[in-house]
């Protein structure tokens, strides 16, 4: 019986990866220098209907109807096998004549191994088309549901001036002073959450930028609560963030409280004045501020009443995780809503990046 002759260790490694490819259950092949084809997998043959005996030896720009002779492609694999390059995640479209264009993720890497002189090179490729349809068909169902939202938020928004208008026409017809300041009083807040809904109705991508959600928030309570601009004032200032539309309505909801609270009660009998909303957000620690430089709170803690709109953002405060300060601001009063989850030590730079990685995404700076 003659001897076997000696297998080169660079023919027992090629003969491997040649197996490796053969056996893959993904479409894979494995290419020479001058990107012959070496070896295709049976799930490649399967997959692009090609014959792996006849693809052997072929160029791969050569297989089927030349449908894979793409001119960007060629040049990623030629950098590729030079070793100047590797293709990560490289997204091409298969088209055939027949067929359906097929989306593909390719990935391809020069193989390093003993045999030097021979370089060769290992292409991955997998059909992405179904999984992009999909993605697809939920990126349209999210807008339309978006686009609804938006039509609901518009129409409920028109609801509520209705119901306003109907609150206003019969404080004007009672003769009860008591109860034409509650029907105003309703009107206001009716209003305003009129507003809150038209500006998150503009609000297509679920968030919402504060500082001019505020403004326009504000200029709504103006023009429906004052009166003599040149007397009273309302403005917003700080480094509003980013929030999302939910935190957004909560937020509002205070600050239009807060408002009314103090054109109402700090500038008694023809008194001028300014209210300032001020916002301060750093990620996840945030502070909101309504404050006034009107008569300011009663000295005695007796005679100071816990009304309907203190409740209203004590109860949201306490929804959004937040603290309420309510103090003198010299002169007027100052009430402070305050989320401060982190405790951030200016200093201390690498904490400072530690506690961003773990703040919640209630608010961020605006960009």
């Known amino acids: ?55 052997t030896g072929q160029q791969l720009s050569s297989l089927g109807a030349g449908e894979w002779a793409m001119p960007q492609l060629r040049s990623l694999l030629d950098a590729t096998i030079s070793g100047a390059a590797k293709i990560e995640a490289y997204e091409i479209d298969l088209r055939r004549a027949g067929r359906g264009t097929r989306r593909l993720v390719v990935h391809a890497e020069q193989l390093v191994y003993l045999d030097m002189e021979n370089r060769r090179l290992v292409m991955a490729v997998s059909d992405v088309t179904d999984a992009r349809a999909d993605e697809k068909i939920r990126d349209d169902v999210l807008q339309q549901n978006l686009v609804l939202l938006q039509e609901v938020r518009h129409r409920v928004a028109n609801s509520l001036q209705i119901i306003a208008s109907v609150l206003l026409q019969n404080a004007r017809k009672t003769q009860s002073e008591e109860t034409r300041g509650h029907l105003h009083d309703a009107h206001h807040r009716v209003m305003s959450i009129a507003a809150l809904e038209r500006q998150l109705a503009g609000s297509g991508d679920g968030v919402v930028d504060l500082s001019a959600y505020f403004k326009n928030l504000c200029d709504s309570i103006a023009a429906s609560m004052i009166g003599d601009s040149k007397r009273l004032s309302l403005r917003v200032a700080g480094q509003c963030g980013v929030v999302d539309a939910r935190v957004s309505v909560s937020l509002g909801l205070i600050v239009t409280e807060l408002v009314i609270n103090a054109l109402k009660h700090a500038f008694p009998e023809g008194r001028s004045g300014t209210i300032v909303v001020d916002c301060n957000f750093r990620h996840a620690n945030w502070s909101l501020s309504v404050s006034d430089d009107g008569v300011g709170m009663p000295s005695d803690p007796a005679l100071i009443r816990i009304g309907l709109g203190t409740s209203i953002v004590e109860a949201l405060a306490r929804q959004l995780e937040a603290s309420v300060e309510i103090g003198p601001a010299r002169p007027g009063t100052r009430v402070v809503i305050a989320h401060t989850p982190i405790a951030l030590v200016e200093s201390d730079a690498e904490g400072e990046a530690e506690d961003d990685d773990r703040m919640s995404a209630i608010g961020r700076p605006a960009g």
């Open 1 to 55: 019986m003659a001897a076997r002759s000696p297998i080169s260790t660079e023919e027992a490694g090629l003969s491997l990866a040649m197996a490796v490819v053969a056996s893959s259950p993904g479409p894979l092949l494995l290419m020479d220098g001058d990107l012959n084809i070496v070896a295709a997998s049976a799930s490649f043959a399967r997959a692009f209907e090609v014959d792996t005996d006849s693809a």
